[in-house]
């Protein structure tokens, strides 16, 4: 078993919850410290890896990058960075950085010598440039958004830099990355890039950041360790929202199929998505809980998801604030209404602690409706019985998890 088998993720997105300004990249501040306040609380919650988004230094939301070797200046400084892994490090907690290798800011230095050299400058190879109207050279892009450009992974000096950005923070105290929109790179690029990291770093984990599409044969293809299991995501709140355990069932055969050959990176919210809590509700949402800590995976928690947060993203210039939002200096400073919803995370990520098996349990229904759903989870001669109520007498959601001793945990009252 590896060391990310046995790890719980707590997710952030650093520039929102530490407050910094997205819009603009000035403001300059040590707020990584912020993140560090917070590392006892992630222990409180069982968790023991933090998943931590882009700190690079970028233009405004952290994914438009113009220099990847440099925390952006609005969290800190590198040894703002070096302090947080030193402080993450001394509690056991693993640390998986973003890696945004897909594209870069428009503001990069490589795309501004590019497109002020030419095509026949050093760095037109580094993207894809339609020069055919010199006077306007159109550029690759990151689905439709101008300020993200494509880098042309074709290019050995871009697999170069990229091996050289993650040893570097590997070297730094890292243990792994998330390598964004890589369901957007060729998986021969990862197959190239991955095997150098892991030459200086043989036990850093790599999970893709990936959507839709064949996970296993991506997988397989590229090398990652791992990828992102939207569709169980999906079928979670999806099966929740309309009455449909069927659907779920379906996802979580689909997902017994991947354990077989690698372990997914399992769910609920993210940094890119509604809130579950906003999307079902949130006596729904210990359900979707229950789910992503009975079923194979690695389990990763959104800041915020702990308290109950609600937020809807929205396809607009800002839509992701109510996602991303900023939390105050220390825990104590929480307000008392998510408390409820903090003790059902510490009691189900207990619960999977104390049956480590779970990360490669496949699951087969035992009673299936559209509104009850009883599966069993099994891995390594053990077992669970995991039943899941939507709708009863009382029209209350309900969970509940035994075993061969009984109860180990419900929602109901």
């Known amino acids: 078993m590896t060391w990310a088998e046995t790890c719980m993720f707590w997710h952030v997105y650093p520039l929102g919850f530490t407050g910094a300004p997205v819009r603009e990249a000035h403001d300059a501040a040590p707020r990584l ?9 992630v222990l409180g919650l069982g968790l023991n890896g933090l998943l931590l988004g882009p700190v690079s230094a970028s233009e405004t939301h952290g994914y438009d990058t113009v220099d990847l070797l440099r925390v952006d200046p609005r969290l800190g400084t590198e040894d703002d960075l070096d302090a947080l892994l030193a402080a993450c490090r001394e509690r056991g907690v693993r640390v998986v950085l973003d890696g945004v290798f897909h594209h870069v800011g428009r503001g990069h230095p490589w795309v501004r010598q590019a497109l002020a050299d030419g095509p026949d400058g050093p760095y037109a190879r580094y993207f894809r440039i339609d020069w055919s109207d010199p006077a306007a050279p159109r550029l690759a892009d990151f689905e439709g958004h101008s300020s ?16 050289d950005v993650m040893t570097a923070w590997l070297d730094r105290g890292a243990d792994g990355w998330r390598l964004d929109a890589a369901y957007a790179v060729p998986p021969a690029f990862w197959a190239r890039v991955l095997p150098r990291v892991r030459a ?3 036990d850093a984990w790599f999970v893709g950041e990936v959507i839709h599409g064949d996970y296993a044969g991506i997988v397989a293809e590229s090398g990652l360790d791992s990828v992102t299991q939207y569709e169980l995501w999906k079928a979670i709140w999806s099966s929740l929202l309309d009455g449909n355990f069927f659907e779920l069932d379906w996802a979580l055969q689909r997902h017994a199929d991947f354990l077989r050959t690698f372990v997914p990176t399992t769910f609920v919210g993210n940094h890119d998505v509604t809130r579950v809590a906003s999307r079902v509700g949130p006596q729904r949402a210990v359900l979707a809980l229950v789910v992503l800590m009975t079923v194979g995976g690695v389990p990763c ?4 998801d702990e308290r109950a947060a609600t937020g809807v993203k929205e396809e607009r210039v800002g839509g992701d604030d109510a996602v991303r939002p900023a939390y105050p200096a220390t825990p104590d400073a929480l307000p008392p209404d998510g408390a409820w919803m903090q003790e059902v995370h510490q009691a189900l990520v207990g619960l999977r602690r104390r ?7 496949t699951t087969e229904a035992v009673e299936l409706t559209n509104t009850r759903y009883v599966y069993a989870a099994r891995a390594d001669g053990n077992e669970l019985l995991v039943e899941l109520v939507e709708l009863d007498v009382t029209d209350v959601p309900r969970a509940t998890v035994r075993d061969a001793t009984g109860v180990l945990f419900t929602s109901a009252p």
């Open 148 to 163: 993200l450009v494509a880098l042309n992974h074709d290019e050995p000096a871009v697999a170069d830099h990229v091996a």
């Open 301 to 304: 928690v959104y800041y915020g």
């Open 200 to 202: 200086a770093h043989p």
């Open 355 to 361: 049956h480590p098996w779970l990360v490669r349990a």
């Open 33 to 41: 410290r912020h993140v560090e306040a917070w590392l006892d609380h």
